[in-house]
């Protein structure tokens, strides 16, 4: 059975950091590309960062210079670290994993951040 865990998120301060995890079993890491998405209320769910096993990276505009996605394969483990945090950055944040081969797409059950002074 596949299980992607989110866990991290929290209530921070504008320009405070945090770093999510996303625990993987029931598959075979190396073979899946993993993204971090998130969506804030009333607005669709939109890509963060992703990285294939490689460890080619990709961000969305509004997060790059301050986000890094990273993994740990060894450790079934992917990485969001998020510095100089912005309201804006409120949403639950989903981890995903989509298999290179078959192109199945599993998702975690997401970890609210929440950004307040």
């Known amino acids: 059975q596949v299980q992607l865990v989110e866990s991290g998120g929290g209530l921070v301060q504008p320009g405070e950091s945090l770093r999510l995890s996303c625990a993987a079993s029931?598959?075979?890491?190396?073979?899946?590309?993993m993204g971090w998405y998130r969506q804030a209320p009333g607005k669709q769910r939109e890509l963060v960062a992703s990285?294939?096993?490689?460890?080619?990276?990709t961000y969305a505009d509004s997060v790059k210079g301050r986000f890094t996605i990273s993994r740990v394969n060894a450790k079934n483990t992917v990485y969001l670290q998020m510095n100089s945090l912005k309201p804006e950055d409120t949403a639950v944040y989903y981890c995903?994993?989509?298999?290179?081969?078959?192109?199945?797409?599993?998702w975690g059950q997401g970890t609210q951040v929440t950004v307040s002074s």
């Open positions: 990285i294939t096993s490689g460890g080619i990276t």
């Open positions: 995903n994993g989509r298999n290179m081969l078959t192109n199945i797409v599993n």
């Open positions: 029931g598959i075979i890491f190396s073979a899946y590309a």
